[in-house]
Nanobody, 118 residues
Framework: QVQLVESGGGLVQAGDSLRLSCAASERTFSPYAMAWFRQAPGKEREFLARINWSGGNTYYTDSLKGRFTISGDNAKKTIDLQMNSLKPEDTAVYYC???????????WGQGTQVTVSS
């Protein structure tokens, strides 16, 4: 079964940058899109950004205001999330997800913790 594995989380200071990566365990995996979500303590999971493999279009939640950038390599089945100007409120567990049956995300990674100190 295909798995998604995130990496790159950690503890940073406010204003720093961090880059998260996600890789699918099988390169033959062909989802419609892959995306990043996050979940902060006591809050619901929040959509951040998505990249569609057909055409490479990207979509973002408005609240990111250009601070985060999603990129991907369809051949390698990897996606990254470049996060700049991090704020303490960005502290959360960040998840990679894929959808083979949009709009349902039917495959999730285990999550990676990002902690931003003030």
């Amino acid at each position: 079964q295909v798995q998604l594995v995130e990496s790159g989380g950690g503890l940073v200071q406010a204003g720093d940058s961090l880059r998260l990566s996600c890789a699918a365990s099988e390169r033959t995996f062909s989802p419609y899109a892959m995306a990043w979500f996050r979940q902060a303590p006591g809050k619901e999971r929040e959509f951040l950004a998505r990249i569609n493999w057909s055409g490479g279009n990207t979509y973002y939640t408005d609240s990111l205001k250009g601070r985060f950038t999603i990129s991907g390599d369809n051949a390698k089945k990897t996606i990254d999330l470049q996060m700049n100007s991090l704020k303490p409120e960005d502290t959360a567990v960040y998840y990679c997800a894929a959808t083979t049956r949009p709009p349902i995300y039917d495959l999730w990674g285990q999550g990676t913790q990002v902690t931003v100190s003030s």
